[in-house]
Every structure is written in structure tokens, then in C-alpha cells.
């Protein structure tokens, strides 16, 4: 008796090959390399507090511009000559040669302003809502390192383009550093690197440049890896009591983000392509010339503030100390405050305080702007004695005596909401 041929199997739809096929292979992959379990929990489950603002835009908002940054500047690089005789011909040539070249660095040259731009509000958003305090004190410091980092390497990108106020905003900088009592010509020397600016410093800094913005990369995976840990602040300042106080990241904050995204993308574009006037200045399209000092000298507006408090004070040495000091005691900010409510919101007084420190801030950057002179020199004065006032005392004592309002129970109690 001849045994029946088994009947073969059904064979399974291309579709369904495929689909199976890339089930098992990222299941194989996640077991040995678990990436999408990891993308999964931190960046999709993730719970974050239901009642965060629009100012959390700018952590995503930063991202991406950090990512626009480093694409553009590594093409920018490729076609630059850190050369005092070659800089300028180089960033010349980019502009009017090289194809797409005028594209790449007006997106670099925007994104440097809104970054930093971006970067500040983001840092008044930590001081307003009492983000450095317990248990995100790491969180505020790689912050604060990331400031100092991009700061740093803002400043060596100002200076490349070897324009007139490249150089000359380097010679003032340079200068002053010099002033420091002691170690301050070593320090010149180090920076300049000869006994004037030339080849050797241009290159150090075109190196410094791009060498930080990679350093940041790493420093920001720290921050981001801190943040995780101890868990977003929110406008309350009170941590989730339950797990109805809180949302996934997706798909309720990426909306969020997306839509705070095309919005910083549409101002991104207006200044870039209607505005760019308001972005730099006229006399760095002047090739250097250590002959001739222009009318007048000032850096880009983000470092203003700091320029004011350079000019506001009698000594070349006391304005730099002043300068550092005025990031340098953002570190302290989680001890100096030791009150244990976070938020603005339910402190009356330190309220008034902190909205007081945007003006002083926003104040040197008007005197820096004006040279400290006149009037100018009064208020850049009493708006450093503000600034350092409110830190180093107006913040210890009130955080001890000030009677806050009382907090509500949890976030959703808040919004008038069942728990």
C-alpha cells in the first residue's frame, strides 16, 4: 500500500515573511544589544509630569539645533583655511563659491544665536521653577557645564571668520586675560600662543572650536542620562504622587515637541532668510586689520551682559573676576537656596527676586552695549549689585524666613482633577 504524500505546507504571504522575519530579527538583535527595549523605556514609556508648560520645549529644541550645528560646521570645516592671511578668503569663498556654501553657513551663523538664544531661556526656566534643588543638584551642574562649554566654543567660532571685529573682539578678550594678576601672561601667552594674533592662535582656536562641539555631545548624554534618573521638575515644583500624575513621553510630549519644533523653525527661517542683518554685524564682512580699530567693539549679544560687567568695573582683572563670578556662583545656586519649596510660583518674594535678575541681567547687556559709559555705567553697576546681591544674600535669607503658599496636594489636584 503506497503511503499518501503529506501535504506540504502552506506557504506563509511575502508580507507576512517579511514582517516575521523583522519580528525575530529585532528580537535577536534586543537580546544581545537591547537598544530598542532601551529607546522603548526612556524615550517612549517614559513618564514625565502631566503639567509641564511650554518652556520644556527647549530641551528638544536644543537637540536638534546641537544636531544642525554639527552637521553644518563639520561641512564648513572642510572648505576653511585657519590661516590669518586665508581665513577670511575661505569664509569669502564659501559664501559666493561653494554650492549651497552662503545655505550652510547662514544656518550655522542663525543656529549659533537662537542655541544660545534657546539656551538661555532654558536656563531662567531651571532658575524660575527651582530646578537645581534636591535631587537634581547633578542635573543643574551639567547644565551649567554645558553653558560654560558652549560659551566657549560660541566664542572661537566668533573669532574664525577673521573679520574686523573677529580680531578685534579677540585682542579685547586676549587683553583682559592678560590682566589677570599673576598667571595673566602665562594665560595670554597660552591663548595666543606668539607675542601677537596670527596663525597660531587662529588655529588653536579653530581646533578649540570644533573639538568642544564634540565634547559637548558627550556632556549632553550626561545631562540628558542625569535627567532620567531623577525625573523632570514641573511648574509646581512637587514630585508625581501617582501614576495619574503623569504622561508617557510618547505620544503626548513628542506632539508637543513637534509642534514647539516647527514654531522655533519658522522664526529659524525668517531671521535666517529676512532678517540676517540682525544676527551680525557689519563691520566682520571687513577683512582684520590690526591697523585700524573700529568705531566701536563689542561681541555678539549673548555675551553682552558679561561685557557690561567687564566695563562696569574700574579693574581690567576685577571686570574679568566679575564676569566668571557671575556664571561661577550658578553652582552654588543649590546650596545657597535652601528652602524646600521649588517652585516661583508659591514664593512671593524670591518671585519678585528671580524676575528682577532677568532684568539686571538683560540691563548689562544694554550697559555692555553703550561701552559702560555715562549713565550706562551707573546701571550697569547697580544691576551687578543686584545680580550678585540677590545670590549671595537676598536668596539665603529669604529662603529661611519668606512665607510661601501653601502647595496643593499633587499635580492633578492642581488642575482640578480627581486622583
Known sequence: MTAKNPTPPARALPEQTDRNTGQGLASWLDQRLPLISFMRAEYIDFRLPRNLNWLWNFGAILSVVLVLMLATGVFLAMNYTPTSTGAFASVEAIDRQLAGGWLLRAMHMTGANLFLAALYIHLFRGLYYGSYKNPREILWLTGLLLLLMIMATAFAGYILPW????????????????AVPFLGASLEHVLTGSDHLGDIFLHRFFVLHFVMAFLVVGVVGLHVLALHISGSNNPLGIEPKSRADTLPFHPY??????VGLLVFAMIFAALMFFWPGLLTEPDNYLPADPLHTPAEIQPEWYFLPFYGLLQSVPSKSGGLFAAAASLLVLFALPWLDRSPVRSMRFRPLCRAGVLGVAVAFAALALAGKHHAEGGWLVVGRLAALYYFGYFLVLLPLVSRREKTRPLPASITAAQGEPS
Open 163 to 178: 573679520g574686523q571685529m573677529s580680531y578685534w573682539g579677540a585682542d579685547v578678550i586676549t587683553r583682559a586675560v592678560g
Open 253 to 258: 510630549y513628542t506632539t508637543k515637541d513637534l
